[in-house]
């Protein structure tokens, strides 16, 4: 049996699946061994899952085997996939509820659209009163899947509403999700929420602060999402002991009604680096570098659609410090998204507030450029911007247009580096600029977005030395990092974390937990980075 008493943190995941998926990609995990495994070296305790058959062809095909996996691992819990009996393809509620009963079944998933029915009165009370009487957890996927959501926030409220003592869990939640939802999580005290793709700055903090941690859950969408990025976001929060053994399994125990298992899934790290990230302790044995991120307005909360809080220069800096970050190569949010003369002032600012703290992109939009030798002995040496972010999804220009050359062609002679996020010629054009350019060294942002980017981009790595591969997304792909290393090697993958519209602490998990070596992990944290910081040659600047 866990001890619940010692001092260590307790983990039960509210967010995991066992069973094949219609697509995937080879590196990628699905089956109960690998599940417990990765479970295992995240030291994660338990789960609780759902079987992706259950959700994609048939609760009738995917609810028995999910209940038979569980039944064989005492860490594994089962969750069963439902939907309305109006059609005869399930039971009737009460009777589906005598049957979770049967098999020991507390939680009940919906998926309302891809299952094709609404959330509401006629529909659904039937199941949900059924739900509530019995004090069952149902969980709804709340993620957005192109322009489709699988339940709205309005199908939302009616059934917080409705059914009072039902206790609602959103799975999948967005980053961008905060001035919808905090409200609604301020007056329905039956809602529910897990972090797993909700990886909003500092959003724990906030949440504490707001309503208390008793609604608040671990959740990691495993086998997609890294594990270990779900529980260094609870590890590195800068909120009470208390607070984090109710998040990270006290409040699923809870709502479950269970206990924890005589034999759980969790083991002992192998490394330092994730030795120190169970603790939520910064690595301090070694310069951990964030490649990617970004600032906005001094004293900024948000920008754009994100709300994100204590987003400025001085508090990236203080939360990346928690993680033994040093040195922050950051782009401002308004450089890059409107106007690149006033977001390079907050650039340069930080850099003047925070000196070797912050290294700074220069954006650049050339439309607005009226002598380009000007404005580069300005942002590169006079000002000591180091880095060049040109950015296709705001300024819509190819990057291998000739309107970028001269920067390219300084950016060369002085062995600059430049952050590219994803284009919609991307690889034709990083191909063009790695080859007329090989003395800048090319960060591919968001390289681990998803298989099909991480295989593109790391094809274009195999091709020229100078593309590397920068890592941070939201999807925290588990296997992604070990893929890029196994086919570049650790030298040519890079840590960023996009703080603050994400939180910095989920993307330094996804690396320190990574089934990778221990040499191989400070590749990536910081001596890559480092290795580039120190290329660059500009008039009367030096990068230690």
Not at 176 to 186: G, K, S, Y
Not at 264 to 269: D, G, I, V, W
Not at 421 to 446: G, K, M, Q, W, Y
Request: proline share 6%; hydrophobic share 40%.
């Amino acid at each position: 049996m866990v001890d619940v008493t010692e001092d260590r943190i307790c983990y039960f995941d509210c967010y995991a699946a066992i069973g094949p998926l219609p697509q995937r990609d080879p590196w990628s995990i699905w089956s109960a061994e690998q599940i417990l495994a990765a479970l295992r070296r995240c030291y994660i305790d338990a789960a609780l899952v759902y079987s992706p058959l259950a959700h994609a062809v048939h609760p009738q095909v995917g609810n028995p085997l999910i209940s038979e996996i569980c039944a064989k691992e005492p860490c594994l819990y089962p969750c069963w996939v439902g939907m309305p009996a109006a059609t005869g393809e399930v039971s009737p509620p009460k009777k589906f509820v005598a049957e979770m009963d049967q098999a020991g079944v507390n939680a009940l998933k919906l998926f309302p659209r891809y299952h094709t029915y609404p959330v509401d009165s006629l529909h659904t009370r039937e199941l949900l009163e059924a739900l509530e009487d019995a004090g069952k957890l149902v969980i709804f996927d709340a993620g957005q899947y192109g322009d489709a959501v699988q339940i709205s926030w309005p199908e939302i409220a009616w059934v917080c509403e409705a059914f009072p003592h039902l206790h609602v869990l959103l799975h999948g939640v967005r980053w961008e999700a905060t001035r919808t939802l905090a409200p609604m999580m301020d007056r329905y005290e039956n809602l529910y929420i897990e972090f797993s793709n909700y990886q909003g700055n500092r959003m724990l903090e906030f949440y504490c602060q707001r309503i208390g941690s008793n609604r608040l859950l671990f959740g990691s969408e495993l086998p997609a999402k890294s594990p270990g990025a779900a529980r260094s976001y609870i590890d590195y929060a800068e909120i009470s002991a208390e607070e984090k053994k109710a998040i990270a399994g006290g409040n699923l125990l809870r709502l479950l009604n269970a206990a924890w298992p005589e034999k759980t899934a969790a083991e002992f790290p192998a490394d330092a680096i994730s030795g120190r990230a169970l603790q939520g302790l910064p690595i301090d044995d070694m310069e951990v570098i964030d490649a990617h991120a970004h600032i906005v307005q001094k004293g900024g909360r948000g920008a754009a659609m994100v709300a994100m809080n204590e987003a400025d220069a001085e508090a990236v800096v203080r939360r990346n410090r928690r993680l033994g970050v040093q040195r922050t190569c950051v782009s401002a949010w308004t450089a890059i998204w409107s106007d690149h003369e006033l977001g390079n002032r907050d650039t340069l600012q930080a850099m003047k507030e925070l000196p070797g703290e912050i290294v700074g992109y220069a954006a650049i939009n050339p439309l607005y450029v009226q002598d380009w030798q000007q404005t580069l002995v300005y942002y590169h040496q006079l000002c000591g911007f180091t880095g060049m972010k040109p950015y296709y999804p705001r300024w819509r220009i190819p990057y291998n247009d000739p309107l970028f050359d001269p920067w390219y062609e300084y950016g060369n002679r002085h062995h600059l580096f430049c952050l590219l996020h994803a284009s919609d010629n991307f690889t034709v054009e990083v191909r063009d600029l790695a080859a007329r350019f090989p003395d800048i060294n090319f960060l591919l942002a968001h390289s681990g977005a998803s298989w099909t980017a991480a295989r593109s981009q790391t094809a274009l790595a195999k091709e020229f030395p100078n593309v590397f591969l920068e890592i941070t997304y939201t999807s925290v792909l588990e296997g992604v990092i070990e893929y890029m290393v196994h086919e570049v090697g650790s030298e040519r993958v890079l840590y960023g974390s996009d703080a603050p519209m994400r939180d910095p602490c989920p993307q330094f998990g996804w690396v320190a937990f990574a089934d990778l070596s221990e040499e191989e992990k400070r590749n990536i944290l910081g001596r890559n980075m480092a290795r580039i910081l120190a290329r660059v040659q500009l008039p009367g600047h030096s990068q230690r």
